[in-house]
Structures are given as C-alpha cells and as structure tokens.
C-alpha cells in the first residue's frame, strides 16, 4: 500500500461523520504507530552504539597497544644500550614518524629535558598514574594527546604518546553523523508509525464504518474485502457472513410479521364475526352452541398457526441442536409407513415404500418425524385418487435420503423455490386447508441437521427430496 | 379425587376449577407459589395442576423441585403458555409427571390430569384388562370380545391396549400419538381418526353394542355403556 492511498484512506476515514473520533492517545492505531517507531528508534540507537564501539573504539584500543608496543621497544633500547641508545632511537622514531603524530619526551631525574618533541614535561602528568589524555603543544601546535609515563632506572622518566587529533577528528565526524540519522530515523519513525497508524485505521474505519451502516438500519452494507486473504480480510469475510445470518434472521422475522398481519387476521376475523353474529342473531341456544363451537375451531386453527410458527423460529434459531441423539432412522421411517399407510388407503391412495435398513441418524427425532409426517400430508392431500405415493429411504457415501414423491398436481417450477418460504400458498393449494408452513417447516430441519430439501417435477406430481449429509449419518451399524 | 390447581390467571383458573368440579373432583386453587406450595406440602392431593409462571418469589419450576426434595410425589401436571420443547424439557426433568401448554381444550386437561392421577396410584404390573364383554390379555397378546377371538395388528393392538388402560377416560388424539407411536408433532390429516375408525371395524361393527366412543371436539373414550 502506497503512502499516498494510506494517506488518502486516513482523510477519509477522519472525513465520515458517522466515525466516533477517538482521543489520540487512546486509539489503538496511535498505539501501534508508537509502537512502530520506538522499536525503530531502538533499532536506529543499537545500531549506533554499535557502530561506535567498532570504531572509535577500535581506534582507542589500537593506540593504546602502539603506545604500550612503542614504551616496552624503548625500555629495551634503554637497558641493552643505556641512555645514548635510548635518545638516539627516540631521535629515529621520531624521524621516521610519517604520521607525525608520536610524542616522545624523556626527562632526567628533575624533570629536565634530555630528548623528544616536547619542550617541557606537561602539568597534569604526575607519577601516581600511568596514563593519560592531556592537551599538549609541540612545535607550535596544540592538541589533545594520549600519554603513557614509564619510569626508568636512574630516575629518568619516559613520556610515549600518541597525537589523538585523528581520533578526535572521527569521534566528532561519527557524533554528527549519529546525531543526523537519529533525527532521520525519528522522522523514519514517526512517518512509519504514521503508516502504520493510518493503514490499522482504514481497515478498522471500514468495519465500523458498516457496523454503523447496520446499526442506523443499512442492512446491505458489507465490509470491502480487500482480496489478499490477509488476517483482515478474513476477519471482514467472518464479518460479513455474520451479517449475512442477521439479514436472514430479519427478513425471517419481516415475513413472519407480515404473515400475521395477513394470515392470521383472516382466522381471527372469522371467528370474531361469528361470534359476534351468534350474540346478536342466534334464535335458539342450539345455533349459538353451534357459532361457539365453529369460533372455537377457527381459533384452534389460529393456535397451530403459531405453534408451528414458533417451532420454526425455534429450529432456525439452532437453540433444538442440544436434542440431538443418535437414532433408527429406517425403524422411524418404517413406522410412519405403517402410521400413513392408513389415511393413504382411506383417501383411495396406495403408500410404496422402499426402505433401506439400518440407517442410523445423529439428529433430532422429533423433528425428522415432524418433516415426514409433513411431506406424507402434503402428499396424501394433494394426490388424486388411484395414485401411488412414493417413499424411499436410502443412504450413500453423500448422505442420507428422503424422498416423498406423488401424482398431484405438483408445485410449478415459478413457485418451487418460494414454497418452503413461510405461508407460502400455491394457486392448487388455496382451495385445501393448511397454514404454508409444511414445507418452511421441513426447509428449517433440513438446514438444522445441515441437509438440504429440494422439490422436483415428478412429471406429473411432485418429489420432494430430504438430503442429510453424511455426516449426520452414523455408519457405526 | 382431590386435585389442587396452582394458576393465577383468574380466568383460566375459573374454568379449570369449574371443570373439574362437573367431572366430580375435590378442587382445591392457590393464586400464587407461596400458597400452592403450603398447600401442596401440608394436605395430600391426587394430583395438581400447576402452572409455570407465578407470581410471588416462587414459580412452577422451584415449587415442584422443593416438593420433590421433601420426598413429595403428587403426580404434577404443568399448565404453561411457555411452549418451547425445551421448556417443557426443563418442566419433565424438573420432576413434572406432564406438560400441557396453554392455550389448551378442557377435555385435553381433563385426561391428562385423571391419566398422571392413575399412573400415580401404582396399579403394578397388569397382565389382563377388561371393559365389558371385551377382554385382552397382555401375556398372550390376545384380544377376545363376548368370548370370540378378535385378530389385530400389533399396532391396533397397543391402540386398543391404551384406549382399555385408559377406559372410561377421555383420550385426546394427541395423547394417542404419544402414547401408542411415541410422536411429538401435530399431523394436519386425520391419521389417528382412520386408524380408531379401523380398530372400530374390528372391535365394534361386529357386534351390537359399541365401545368406542367419539367424545366432539376432545378425542375418543372406551366405556361400556352409552352416556
């Protein structure tokens, strides 16, 4: 990400009116930056103390050793030759000094000049200590020197030392230099705090930016995915999938009221007026009995409308996965047969039933008889007389299946996918009592055991598929 | 029998305690926890009513958990409008012999309330039932009605056994569902209405006196005699 995006993302994150301003110091992204730039700084300063160690340290050892080479070469002299071999090879050195920068200075016992390149030994050098870093002059020229005294037999007293001008000289060019990229490394720092701050900011600004969206009611929004498949962008996906649910959850919620402001106020209304009618018209206690117990059943209607309402709610709310067993699916099945073989065979229908055995489910019972029992209803109370119902159970690697297929009318291709919405009514379907919440019903327990339910053309009829997925499915048996 | 009915809807407790005076019961009503529970501990009931949520510190729930922890086994009908199956879960493994929710049809409470009364009283292991001229034996998994020998299915069997155990009873289709197929859902069709209208065929066409009844708008009874 460039600078100059960040930049621009940091604009208009402070730009949005609907992002609450964080006092700096608080914000997380000020933190970071912070954060950022004193582990640069640090970095910047180890570096630094580094570098000066191997250099002018470096340096200090090295002279230190020459002096100590130069002190130990003239004590030699000194012993093997006396003192004439002495100044004569400090007379030499000081020749062959290119650099120019040895000091040598050799005093007898009252500190009177015998040789060297210095007029007069220096205040400050005293005979407690050995070495020292005292301004001198020689020939004229004045600068700081490090001195090495060496006391010699006969109380003569060496001087060796070393012009320290070129290690001045580098500690005052490597101290600007530090000082320089110490300011270069703040404003590094601070810049690259700022980045940091502003990249945190635009991915943060845009996931409460939406957040803000949807909580002022925008239900659409959706975080932007960035596509890198970076950690933010995993975090936006999980963002947006949980909003996803929510609409879902919302729209569930939309319709169900709007089914209540319709489905159920016709029920209502009906009872209402009958009643209504029986206390103002009925002629005798009979025809009052009669609107009483016709109200009654209207109402009773209108309670398992809601009871099957809440069922629903409830499976799609996930709270029924703690009611999950491990179950005989083909026994349940088996059983239903035999429960729906009866009704089928009242309303001339013949029931067919192919089932797998031993096929056992991890699910909730309860709500699997409950899909069942619905699509055997449906199919024996839209098929024609002289028909034949189809019920099959069967397991595959992929899942277990299903399948209720029928002779009736079927459900035309334009409505399938809205008949397992929640009062749902096909054209065929208005002239036969029910709520259009058998099918929502066995949509929700189909998505609560992760299944899916399909309708299909049965050429003619219909085949509603119930698919659990495999991993529902306990192969222990 | 002595029933006591914990509700404190004024109403709905009206009804109730109407109802269960007519079927010829001893009703006694507490308005809240605190009461039904004094009642409940300190007289002996056949069963009780008790409704979930009350007012007064104790509700349902913690009324029957302190009965039950005073070795109190009144058998205990819950009435709640809280319809969720866990809830009624939590009101079963609470030590509740029943849940009914509200709203709810009289006849329905009816039998439930004299079917947890029964199970309560502990008949021990029956291995012959007999509602007039019809008998069946339980070991030989027979049924014999005025001596002749009558064939039914396993199925029609349990059906027939239930609506026996339960004679002179009211059983609602809902109680049919739970008790002889052991489901807990609301079918749309008339399934328990064909499967009696079969037991019917076998059990009473045949014969001159009918003994399964239709009671309107609350399920079936097998009685002797017509009412």
């Known amino acids: 990400m460039s600078l100059a995006t960040t930049l621009q ?27 950022y730039a004193s582990l640069f700084g640090l970095s910047a300063l180890a570096l630094a103390a580094f570098l000066w160690w191997t250099t002018v340290g470096l340096l200090d050892r090295q002279t230190d050793a020459a002096i100590n080479a130069d002190t130990q070469g003239l004590a030699e002299r000194y012993q093997e030759g006396g003192l004439p071999a002495l100044i004569e090879t400090i007379d030499q050195r000081l020749a062959t000094n290119i650099d120019d920068n040895a000091i040598y200075l050799l005093v007898g016992p009252r500190f009177d000049r015998i040789a060297g390149n210095l007029n007069a030994w220096p205040r400050g050098v005293t005979l407690d200590t050995n070495w020292f870093e005292l301004p001198v002059e020689r020939a004229g020229l004045k600068g700081v020197a490090r001195l090495h005294e060496f006391n010699l037999a006969g109380g003569f007293h060496l001087l060796v030392g070393r012009d320290s001008h070129v290690r001045s000289q580098l500690r005052r060019l490597l101290t600007a230099a530090l000082l320089w990229s110490a300011v270069v490394a703040l404003i590094l720092g601070m810049l690259g705090g700022a980045l940091v701050r502003g990249a945190f900011r ?31 962008d995993l975090l936006a996906a999980a963002v947006n999938d949980m909003l996803d649910r929510i609409m879902r959850l919302m729209d569930g919620v939309k319709q169900v009221s709007n089914a209540i402001a319709h489905d159920l106020r016709t029920p209502i209304a009906r009872a209402r007026t009958r009643l209504e009618d029986a206390a103002i018209h009925a002629r005798s206690p009979d025809e009052l009995h009669a609107a009483i117990e016709r ?16 069922r629903i709610a409830e499976i799609e709310a996930g709270a029924r996965r703690s009611a999950f067993v491990t179950f005989d699916l083909s026994a349940l099945i088996t059983d239903m047969t035999e429960l729906y073989t009866a009704p089928a065979e009242e309303a001339g229908l013949r029931l067919d039933a192919a089932i797998q055995y031993e096929i056992s489910l991890h699910g909730d019972r309860d709500m699997i008889q409950q899909a069942v029992a619905n699509l055997l209803d ?27 297929a029928d002779r009736g009318p079927g459900i035309p291709e334009a409505d399938r996918t809205r008949a397992t919405e929640r009062f749902f009514r096909g054209e065929q379907a208005r002239s036969t009592p029910g709520s259009g919440l058998g099918l929502a019903l066995v949509q929700a327990v189909a998505t609560l055991h ?12 219909l085949r509603a598929i119930l698919k659990l997925p495999a991993s529902s499915m306990n192969v222990a048996s | 029998m002595r029933i006591l009915v914990v509700e404190d809807d004024k109403d709905v407790a009206g009804f109730v305690l109407k109802g269960l005076r007519e079927a010829g019961h001893v009703v006694e009503h507490a308005s809240n926890g605190r009461d039904g529970l004094f009642l409940a501990a300190s007289e002996s009931f056949d069963a009780i009513v008790l409704d979930r949520m009350l007012p007064g510190g104790i509700d349902g729930l913690r009324l029957l958990e302190t009965l039950r922890s005073q070795n109190n086994h009144t058998p205990v009908l819950f009435l709640s409008a809280l319809a969720q199956v866990d809830e009624r879960v939590k009101g079963l493994k609470a030590g509740g012999d029943d849940y009914l929710t509200k709203p709810f049809s009289f006849a329905e409470l009816l039998a439930r309330v004299e079917g947890i009364a029964r199970r ?17 034996d339980l070991l030989s998994r027979t049924v014999r009605r005025g001596g002749e020998k009558i064939d039914l299915q396993p199925r029609e069997f349990r059906l027939l056994e239930y609506l026996m155990r339960h004679a002179g ?5 809902t ?32 014969f001159p006196a009918p003994l399964i009844h239709t009671v309107r708008n609350a399920g079936y009874m097998l009685r002797a005699e017509a009412p």
């Open chain 2, 120 to 136: 309560g009283r502990g008949e021990g292991p029956v291995t012959r039932l007999a509602v007039a001229d019809l008998e069946m």
């Open chain 1, 450 to 461: 992760g299944g899916t339910l399909t309708l299909a053309d049965n050429a003619p009829g």
């Open chain 2, 175 to 206: 109680m049919l569902l739970e008790g002889v197929w052991d489901y807990h859902f609301d079918p749309q069709t008339n399934v328990i209405d064909v499967h009696v209208s079969r037991l019917r065929q076998k059990v009473d066409k045949p």
């Open chain 1, 378 to 404: 449906n199919a024996v109370k839209f098929s024609p007389t002289g028909t034949t119902v189809q019920l099959t159970l069967a397991a595959s690697r992929d899942g277990v299946r299903i399948e209720v």
């Open chain 1, 295 to 310: 109200a009654q059943a209207d109402l009773d209607g209108v309670v398992g409308v809601f009871q099957a309402i809440l």
């Open chain 2, 169 to 173: 009873q009211v059983v609602t289709r």
């Open chain 1, 202 to 232: 635009a991915t943060v600004a845009d996931v409460s930016a939406t957040a803000a969206a949807i909580a002022a009611g925008d239900l659409s929004r959706r975080v932007r995915i960035a596509g890198t498949d970076d950690e933010f």
């Open chain 1, 9 to 35: 993302m940091l604009g208009r994150g402070r730009t949005d009116p609907r992002q609450r301003r964080t006092p700096m110091f608080r914000s997380a992204g000020f933190r970071f930056g912070i954060l």
